[in-house]
């Protein structure tokens, strides 16, 4: 079955970047139809999405976030990753990567979330 | 950006009993609008999408309901294993998707 795996240091600097990858198992990031996406879940707190991007390079970002945000993918290797530069304190969460599916709502973007990581905690700390 | 809001925060049921959540979204999300629910030091799990079609393997115990502004998830029959968070997300109002603040279901 497909199964997803986040992977990264859980403790950042503040005004550094915050790096994390996603490994994609038991599916081609290539075969489509999958939104690959990153959530996250600030301490005591609801859920936000981050962004997403699909297997042909396609991103979507959350405007909130986007000046910041870089989302990519590596088909070889079967993986995608999140950078969130300028990172503070506020940003510390667990951060999941997960499978968004388009559901034939316009426009052709992630509409819910299939299929998620168990989820990585990053801290933002001096 | 659309706002959903979830009500109660806490929702105290006993085992057996009906259980019946809500969510508000600020505009309408139309029938764009998904249910998960997360259980202690787990990722969240797809339950409902289109505001009433359950994900695959799901109890029929869960079922929603809504449309426009106003949605339902109701537990028919609370099982021990659907003590948990629920959170609700639209996904109509692009370009971005937000989630609820949650209903945490506790035993009574």
């Known amino acids: 079955q497909v199964q997803l795996q986040e992977s990264g240091p859980g403790l950042v600097k503040p005004s550094q970047t915050l790096s994390l990858t996603c490994t994609v198992s038991?599916?081609?990031?290539?075969?489509?139809?999958?939104?690959w996406s990153w959530i996250r879940q600030l301490p005591g707190k609801g859920l936000e999405w981050i962004g997403s991007?699909?297997?042909?390079?396609?991103?979507y970002y959350n405007p909130s976030l986007k000046s910041r945000l870089s989302i990519s993918v590596d088909t070889s290797k079967n993986q995608f990753s999140l950078k969130l530069s300028s990172v503070t304190a506020a940003d510390t969460a667990v951060h999941y990567c997960?499978?968004?599916?388009?559901?034939?709502?316009?426009?052709?973007?992630?509409?819910?979330?299939?299929?998620w990581g168990q989820g990585t905690l990053v801290t933002v700390s001096s | 950006e659309i706002v959903m809001t979830q009500s109660p925060a806490t929702l105290s049921v006993s085992p057996g009993e009906r259980a019946t959540l809500s969510c508000r979204a600020s505009?309408?999300?139309?029938?764009?609008l998904a249910w998960y629910q997360q259980k202690p030091g787990q990722a969240p799990r797809l339950l409902i999408y289109?505001?009433?079609t359950r994900a695959t393997g799901l109890p029929a115990r869960f079922s929603g309901s809504g449309s426009g502004t106003d949605f339902t998830l109701s537990i028919s029959s609370l099982q021990s294993e659907d003590f948990a968070v629920y959170y609700c997300q639209q996904y109509n109002g692009w370009p971005s998707l937000t989630f609820g603040g949650g209903t945490k279901v506790e035993s009574k």
């Open positions: 505009q309408s999300v139309n029938s764009n």
């Open positions: 997960a499978a968004g599916i388009w559901g034939g709502v316009r426009p052709v973007v992630p509409n819910w979330f299939a299929l």
């Open positions: 991007i699909y297997y042909t390079g396609s991103t």
């Open positions: 289109g505001a009433s």
């Open positions: 038991g599916v081609s990031i290539n075969t489509g139809g999958y939104y």
